[in-house]
Every structure is written in structure tokens, then in C-alpha cells.
């Protein structure tokens, strides 16, 4: 019995020796499906193991190991209550997370609330444009943009069917009285659909009957009859035989401020047939003195070159507001250059001289026979004269001589109109009819006198 347990105690550790050396077959009992990892051999499973010595191939084993127990871990103080205040402080911070979320939330949904309704708006507006906008392109009439204003391109494409190049065989004599034959050229615009067209005085200055030609943007050319024109406003009439030609419309040169953009079209350098400038209004009443003559114009920084004169100056809705006449050009005293200086005739200056060009082949008028010149603000200040138009010379046997009117009086206001520079007295006579006799205030001598004048037809240049 001694020997039987003593076998068996041997044999039990030959078999534990051996099952430690050999891992054992593998079945299902040893592996988890599909887990992929090796189960320990001493871990309880609940069924027998078999072990099989190597010695004894056919006896067999059965034991049944005990199972293992492990001391469960003993449970601390205070765990409860840690726990309830995990759970609470989470509990906390969740609420707190759904409350500032449900906050910004509405604000989100304010504000996409907001900028739907923002976005929605200008989809309208921009659908009220397009609407306005249809047929744009499909004539003249329906160039004009939400706004009453054109594009440059606009004005050019309503407005280039009525304006024309001028070109005129002039005869001039040179120092020596000998006549010689040259040609001028310039710019000009329809007046009406039979033919009357406008321009610059010194553009056809010389030029004889019949050797005016006019051109149009289409190739076709007229000869054209000077039907009148008048130096001290530079501005003349032609008339070609046609009829249903295209006429400007007329604007109100009045109603420009400086800054407003204007478009010029004209024969630039007699030559560039039909070109375009743009710019703006650069300032307004100025008093320029071309050809000896004070005139009030209009000063833009629109390119104007020689032969855009005569040529018509559009603001942005495409009404002509101006005659384009003159720039400066070269170099100040100080060797500056100058750029960007041109003036234009107004238009509000121009209209009113028209019938009578048209009627009597002058401007009719009215004139006062005197010879004058602007006081300066600086000579006023030296010498305390008043603001108004200095009389140089009174010419005998007019309207002047037999109201009283003497040299060196400066007149200060007439019919009404006050009087402070040569503009204000040429605007001023344009207000009155030959024959009517008004009231005329000069200061002479430091005392300030009121005469009666009666104003006489302007018969010539």
C-alpha cells in the first residue's frame, strides 16, 4: 500500500513534470472560439482533464482539481458616498454642457434666422434689377440702368449716330498779306433731325461757302452751309441737306457739380474720328479768357485735343451739358506741365443763342457800347473798390455815352442783377430786349450812382 501510494506520488509528479515541458492537444474545452488566445491547462474548467504518461500509453488519470478561490477585496469606507458625489458632479457638468448647448443653439438659430432673411432680401433686389434690366442691348431706349445713369460705353453707342467730324478749306494770310489756302478740322453735334448742326466759331473761322464737309460715324458726307456764328461765344451754326438724322438731347448744364462724370466724343487731332474721353466736372463758372474774349465755362479733366472742339460733352444720363472748346496745355512759369485742363461751353449759355443764329445769321442781343474788365479781389482790397466790371473806354454814340456812363466807373449792378465780374454783366444782358431801358448802379469816385440806360440791338461780332 506504501509502495502504491509512493508509484503514485512519483507518477503524479512525473505527469505534472510532464505536462509543464508539453503543452497538451488542443481542444474546445482549452480555447475560446474565435478568441485566438491559449487558455492556461491550470485553470478549472469544470470538466475532468486527461493526462497520459509517456511510459504508460494506455493508463489513465482522472483527477479532478480543486477549484481556486480568490478572497474577494475588502470594500473601503466611504466608497458610497465618493461614488453618489462622482455621480452627482457628473450629472452636473452633463446639465451644464445641455444647458449652455441649448443657449447657443437659439443664438445660432437667431442668427441663421437672420442672415436667411438678409440673403433673402437681396435675392429680391437683385431680381428687381433683372427685371428692370430685360431687353437691355435691343435699342437705345432701353440703355438706361436702375440708377438713370449710363456706362461711357452707353453714352457712346446712343449718342455716336449724332455726332460729326468737321472739315473745313480756310484761307489765311500771313505776315506778309499774302492769302494761302489750309484746312481745319473739328467737331460737332445734330441739332435737329433736318440738319441744323452746332459747333465751335473758331472751327470754321475763314472757311468759304461749300467747303465744309461733314462726316458722320457711318462714312456718309455732306457739304454744309454756315448758316451764322458768333466770335465772342464761339459757337456757330452749319445746316446739310438731310433729313431724319438723329438729334442730341439737351441737359441742363446748370444741374452739374463738381465730381459728376461727363464723357466727351469728337475728331480728336483731326485724324482719331469719333473718339471717346471720359473724366469729370473739375469745377464750374470759370472765367476763361480765349481769344481775347472772358467766357464762362465749364472745366473738366476729360481729355480734349485739337479737333475735339465743337464736339458735344455728355453727363452720365447722355444729355449733352457742354461745348468742348479749349484746354491748357504746355508748361507753367515754373517749368511745370500742365495736364488735365479743358473747358466746355455750357449748354444753359448756348440754347437761348440758337434761334437767333438760326433767324438773323448773329446773336441778336443787346449790347451797351462800353469797353471792360474784372476788378480783382487783390486791386479791390489795396484801394477798398467795391466788387464789379471795370469801364475802360466808353464808346461814343451808344447806350453807355448817353446814360452818363464814364471811364473808370465800376459797375456793380444792372437791372436788378447784382454785378461782380464780366460772367455776371454778359448773363445779366441776356435777360433784356433791345429798347428797354433798366436801371444800371456804378460807383465813381467813392460815391455810388444810380443811371438809367437804354440797351441797343447787337448787330454784329
Same mark, same amino acid.
Given at each position: 500500500m506504501e509502495n502504491m501510494e509512493q508509484e503514485n506520488i512519483v507518477?503524479?509528479?512525473t505527469v505534472t513534470e510532464q505536462t509543464a515541458s508539453q503543452e497538451p492537444e488542443e481542444t474546445g474545452f482549452y480555447h475560446g472560439a474565435g478568441a485566438g488566445k491559449r487558455e492556461s491547462t491550470f485553470a478549472y474548467t469544470g470538466q475532468p482533464r486527461i493526462y497520459q504518461t509517456p511510459w504508460q500509453p494506455q493508463q489513465t488519470y482522472y483527477q479532478t482539481p480543486a477549484p481556486a478561490y480568490s478572497q474577494p477585496p475588502k470594500e473601503k469606507k466611504g466608497t458610497g458616498k465618493r461614488v453618489l458625489s462622482w455621480i452627482l458632479v457628473v450629472s452636473i457638468i452633463i446639465g451644464s454642457c445641455l444647458a449652455t448647448g441649448l443657449v447657443v443653439g437659439g443664438i445660432m438659430k437667431n442668427r441663421n434666422d437672420a442672415l436667411k432673411r438678409n440673403f433673402d432680401e437681396i435675392i429680391g433686389l437683385m431680381q428687381d434689377r433683372l427685371e428692370k434690366l430685360e431687353g437691355v442691348g435691343e435699342g437705345v431706349g432701353s440703355?438706361?440702368?436702375?440708377?438713370?445713369?449710363?456706362?461711357?460705353?452707353?453714352?457712346y453707342e446712343q449718342n455716336i449716330q449724332s455726332v460729326v467730324a468737321i472739315t473745313c478749306n480756310v484761307t489765311i494770310s500771313n505776315g506778309f498779306g499774302q492769302a494761302y489756302q489750309s484746312t481745319s478740322s473739328g467737331s460737332g453735334f445734330v441739332m435737329s433731325a433736318d440738319g441744323y448742326i452746332i459747333t465751335n466759331h473758331h472751327v470754321v473761322e475763314g472757311a468759304e461757302n461749300g467747303k465744309i464737309t461733314v462726316s458722320f460715324e457711318n462714312g456718309d458726307k455732306y457739304t454744309a452751309k454756315l448758316i451764322g456764328s458768333d466770335a465772342s461765344s464761339d459757337i456757330a451754326l452749319l445746316k446739310i441737306d438731310a433729313t431724319g438724322l438723329r438729334p442730341v438731347t439737351i441737359g441742363k448744364s446748370s444741374s452739374m457739380a463738381v465730381g459728376d462724370q461727363v464723357v466727351a466724343i469728337?475728331?480728336?487731332?483731326?485724324?482719331?474720328?469719333?473718339?471717346?474721353?471720359?473724366?469729370?466736372?473739375?469745377?464750374?463758372?470759370?472765367?476763361? =479768357?480765349?481769344? #481775347?474774349?472772358?467766357? $464762362?465755362?465749364?472745366?473738366?479733366?476729360?481729355? &480734349? %485735343?485739337?479737333? =475735339?472742339?465743337? #464736339?458735344?460733352?455728355? $453727363?452720365?444720363?447722355?444729355?449733352?451739358?457742354? &461745348? %468742348?472748346?479749349?484746354?491748357?496745355? #504746355?508748361?507753367?512759369s515754373s517749368g511745370a506741365s500742365i495736364e488735365g485742363i479743358s473747358f466746355a461751353i455750357p449748354m444753359d449759355d448756348v440754347i437761348g443763342m440758337l434761334e437767333d443764329l438760326r433767324d438773323y445769321g448773329h446773336i441778336k442781343g443787346v449790347s451797351m457800347g462800353v469797353m471792360v474788365s474784372d476788378v480783382d479781389a487783390a486791386t479791390a482790397e489795396k484801394y477798398n473798390f467795391p466788387k464789379g466790371v471795370y469801364v475802360e473806354e466808353v464808346l461814343a454814340g451808344t447806350p453807355a455815352q448817353q446814360a452818363g456812363l464814364k471811364a473808370m466807373d465800376i459797375i456793380t449792378e444792372l437791372g436788378g442783377h447784382k454785378i461782380e465780374n464780366m460772367n455776371d454783366l454778359t448773363r445779366a444782358l441776356r435777360n433784356f430786349e433791345a429798347g428797354q431801358t433798366v436801371s444800371i448802379t456804378v460807383w465813381r469816385g467813392g460815391v455810388v450812382q444810380v443811371l438809367s440806360i437804354t440797351l441797343a440791338e447787337k448787330t454784329s461780332n
Open positions: 507518477t503524479e509528479k440703355l438706361e440702368t436702375p440708377e438713370g445713369n449710363l456706362s461711357a460705353s452707353q453714352v469728337g475728331n480728336a487731332l483731326g485724324e482719331l474720328s469719333f473718339s471717346l474721353t471720359v473724366g469729370y466736372i473739375s469745377g464750374i463758372d470759370r472765367d476763361v =479768357n480765349t481769344d #481775347g474774349s472772358v467766357m $464762362n465755362m465749364l472745366q473738366t479733366d476729360a481729355a &480734349i %485735343n485739337s479737333g =475735339n472742339s465743337g #464736339g458735344p460733352l455728355f $453727363n452720365a444720363r447722355g444729355e449733352v451739358i457742354g &461745348i %468742348n472748346t479749349a484746354k491748357y496745355s #504746355g508748361t507753367t
